[in-house]
């Protein structure tokens, strides 16, 4: 007996097949020939591997896919979220489906309908904005649909970050530094997330006793050459800031570029925190950026796993899920 527990990808994997022909020969589905299937039972009984009840729920129907649609093209976000669904979902034999969509709705349409020829077993649907739905009516369809880092309905199970919290951690963090006269750099006004970060920003001063500046709040672009630019706004005055908060990391790194650039030193003269923890651009700053994580590749795991409930019959909670944020602690 092994010591450890075996998973269907390491039945998959012994057996080399797929992870989703191994589910389909232990749970007596799909097509294939009677010796493959009796080649990968064996595999699983001499491994020891037991399938769990969730596994075991998914019934002979089931295509053991999952479609998850995005808006998101670069794939900053929806990356480490597709991640997170197929970490989540691989130990029960269920592969994802991705397909991009931008703001087409035609498109969005048609990736939709090949979703549900492919009969998946049901959609994930996420994007790039927390307040805006994706390009198409998925309320109606024969499979369930579980949103995640996008607008979704009211009755259906929706999964952001609490960007309150997250916001909340990192000015307490530079407030516990001993910072005073702290500054919110951030992106533009229309998105729920910098109301509601800028929002949490202004609260977490106060509960400290500290004054908000009268330009302590700075909108603009979520990029690295509006972090510069605000820099550049803050120091033309005489009340500059010991501590910055930024909107996102990208907005951070052009924040520390100008502070170096003025040599005003990073963390002593200045602490700087951002938000998102996108690991390529918060490692390579100098010093490497504090940062908030989303924590999206949970987000993504809780997603599948919702979805897979659904498709299952259980009973989930409708509503909005927010999941928590965490403060990565590196050098600015």
């Not at 799909?30 to 729920?57: C, H, K, Y």
């Not at 199970?157 to 005073?180: C, F, M, N, S, Y």
């Amino acid at each position: 007996m092994p010591s450890e527990r075996m998973t269907i990808y390491d039945v998959a994997k012994a057996a080399r097949v797929s992870t989703a022909t191994a589910s389909k020969a232990l749970n007596d589905t799909g097509r294939m020939s009677a010796e493959t299937r009796d080649r990968i039972r064996r595999v699983a009984l001499e491994l020891g591997f037991r399938p769990n009840s969730l596994a075991r729920s998914l019934t002979s129907k089931r295509s053991f896919t999952v479609g998850l649609l995005t808006d998101d093209t670069y794939g900053r976000f929806t990356l480490p979220v597709m991640a997170g669904v197929s970490e989540g979902l691989i130990d029960h034999g269920v592969s994802v489906f991705l397909c991009t969509v931008e703001d087409n709705p035609d498109l969005a349409k048609i990736h939709v309908d090949a979703m549900l020829d492919k009969q998946v077993d049901g959609i994930i649907a996420t994007g790039k904005r927390i307040d805006k739905p994706l390009p198409v009516d998925l309320s109606h369809l024969s499979v369930p649909v579980v949103y995640a880092l996008t607008e979704g309905r009211p009755d259906a199970v929706t999964l952001v970050p609490d960007d309150r919290q997250g916001a909340l951690r990192a000015v307490e963090h530079l407030i516990a530094r001993g910072r005073k006269r702290i500054a919110h750099i951030t992106g533009p006004g229309s998105f729920r997330v910098v109301q509601e970060r800028a929002g949490a920003y202004s609260d977490a001063l106060c509960a400290a006793g500290l004054e908000v500046p009268p330009a302590g709040i700075l909108r603009g672009s979520w990029s690295e050459r509006w972090g510069h630019e605000a820099v550049a706004t803050l120091w033309s005055g005489a009340d500059r800031p010991d501590g910055i908060f930024c909107g996102n990391d990208q907005i951070a790194r052009g924040a520390v570029d100008a502070l170096r650039e003025r040599k005003v030193d990073v963390p002593s003269d200045v602490s700087v925190v951002g938000f998102d923890n996108w690991e390529i651009v918060a490692e390579q700053t100098r010093p490497p950026l504090t940062t908030v994580d989303m924590n999206l590749k949970e987000l993504g795991r809780q997603a599948g796993l919702a979805l897979v409930r659904l498709v299952n019959g259980e009973a989930v909670e409708k509503g909005l899920w927010k999941l928590p944020c965490s403060l990565v602690v590196r050098g600015s």
